[in-house]
Structure formats: structure tokens, C-alpha cells
């Protein structure tokens, strides 16, 4: 594997700010290693914070969702965009989350072949829904949701993950944006 975090010439800020260096710090701790991600980010310490602003509050803050469903989302996304960097980082956390190995590879592959709640189903029918024909979502749509228990919060929720990711797919994708190698071998 390349040391290359993106197909772009742009280099982090050095020295990081306090601040940017110390959430750093707290990944290379608690994952051991920087995310790809934010390091390619980094050399905008603005666009820097508003993308983790943003993608902690839609995947770490409360929710009707649990992590382990916004991660399915984040997976079922990538996997129709067909994002390396996404169902490399995300499906490591679906199978670490989850517990189940092949989960995180059926999500990948084919979401549809999971052994999959109600609730789940729907949620990421919904998800693909956003993803490949949003113009087409309906009412009907969201009362499919609120039958097998979200609220609209929740739905609310779910498409803003769900976005969230086709926009980050689509930047990982255009700029060839490389996963840290270690994802490739965690919880399997």
C-alpha cells in the first residue's frame, strides 16, 4: 500500500494547531492511528473542524439510532457509491460493533442478504432509496419508517447520515482517498 492519504497535492498544516493535534492524539490513542480522512483534511484546519463538527455529531451524538445502525447506513451508502475508503473504514466498524464479521461483509456486498430486522430493512431500504433516486421519496416512504417504530426525528436521522456519506463518498472517490491499511484486518 501507498503512504499517499489522497490523489491531491495538499499538505497538512505543520505545525497542527494545539488543538487539531491533540483530537489527533486521542485517535492515534483510542484507534491506533490518525484516520486518512482527517489527515487529508487537514490541510484546511476550517474545512477540518466542520467535516469532524459534522460527521460527530451525525454518528456519535444521541440518537433514536444506535451507532452500529448509522454505521449500517454508512456502509450500505458507500457500497452503492462503491466507495473504497468508506466500506474499508466503515465496514471495520460495522464488524467491530456488531461483533459479526460477516455482517460488515454482507453489508458490503449485498445489504439484501443480511439477516435483517424490520426496523433495519427499512431503514436502509430508505438509506439506498436517498442514495440512488432521492427526488423519488414519498410519503409512503417515511410511514414505511414510522411503522416499524422510528420517529421523525429518527428519520431525520437517517437522512442526514445517509447524505452525509454520499457527499463523503463522492470526495473519497474523486480525490482517491486511501484507507488506513490497519482497517483491512480489525474485527475480523
Known amino acids: 500500500m501507498t503512504d499517499k492519504v489522497t490523489a491531491l497535492d495538499l499538505p497538512m498544516v505543520n505545525p497542527l494547531p494545539d488543538a487539531t493535534q491533540k483530537y489527533f492524539d486521542v485517535c492515534q490513542e483510542k484507534l491506533g492511528m490518525i484516520p486518512n480522512v482527517l489527515q487529508a483534511y487537514a490541510f484546511d484546519i476550517d474545512k477540518l473542524n466542520a467535516f469532524t463538527t459534522l460527521y460527530n455529531d451525525l454518528m456519535l451524538a444521541g440518537s433514536g439510532l444506535s451507532k452500529l445502525e448509522r454505521e449500517m ?58 442514495t440512488i433516486a432521492s427526488a423519488t421519496i414519498i410519503e409512503e ?38 484507507p488506513n491499511d490497519g482497517y483491512h484486518s480489525q474485527s475480523r
Open 141 to 178: 416512504d417515511r410511514d414505511t419508517l414510522r411503522t416499524v417504530g422510528f420517529s421523525d426525528r429518527d428519520i431525520w436521522d437517517i437522512s442526514n447520515v445517509a447524505a452525509f456519506f454520499n457527499m463523503t463518498n463522492r470526495v473519497a472517490s474523486a480525490t482517491d482517498m486511501r
Open 73 to 130: 447506513i454508512a456502509v450500505v451508502v458507500s457500497s452503492i457509491n462503491k466507495c473504497f475508503y468508506c466500506l474499508t473504514a466503515h465496514g471495520a466498524a460495522v464488524r467491530e460493533l456488531s461483533g459479526d464479521p460477516a455482517l460488515g461483509e454482507m453489508l458490503v456486498m449485498n445489504w439484501r442478504v443480511a439477516d435483517l430486522d424490520a426496523r433495519q430493512t427499512a431503514m436502509l431500504g430508505f438509506a439506498e432509496k436517498i
